[in-house]
Nanobody, 123 residues
């Protein structure tokens, strides 16, 4: 089983940048990692993912070009760099790991989840 702990959430202003971290422990080999977010009153939505086999990355259209997902295997940590944040970025951000390894957009393919970290974008 993989355990995930997110960190880095904060209150930022529109246009700011922020980097979230997801520290993993346990048997992580073969697991894809994804970031999802849930805004107040809305469902959980896919943000980005990174595939295990070749580190290929996937992004939601809404964050393409502004967010970057990356992985540091030595630290067993996945990062989400977020630039040009807007109020639409206000949400709880969750890190998830899926043993299928493919980096799916679907939350159902991720069986391990962190507790989330709050990002608030407000002036």
């Amino acid at each position: 089983q993989v355990q995930l702990v997110e960190s880095g959430g904060a209150l930022v202003r529109p246009g700011d940048s922020l980097t979230l971290s997801c520290a993993a422990s346990g048997h992580t080999a073969g697991y894809a990692t994804g970031w999802f977010r849930q805004a107040p009153g809305k469902g959980r939505e896919f943000v980005a993912s990174i595939r295990w086999s070749d580190s290929r990355t996937y992004y939601a259209t809404s964050v393409q070009g502004r967010f970057t997902i990356s992985r540091d295997n030595a630290k067993n940590t996945v990062y989400l760099q977020m630039h040009s944040l807007s109020s639409g970025g206000t949400a709880v951000y969750y890190c998830a790991a899926g043993s299928l390894g493919g980096g799916s957009y679907a939350s159902a393919e991720y069986e391990c989840w962190g507790q989330g970290t709050q990002v608030t974008v407000s002036s």
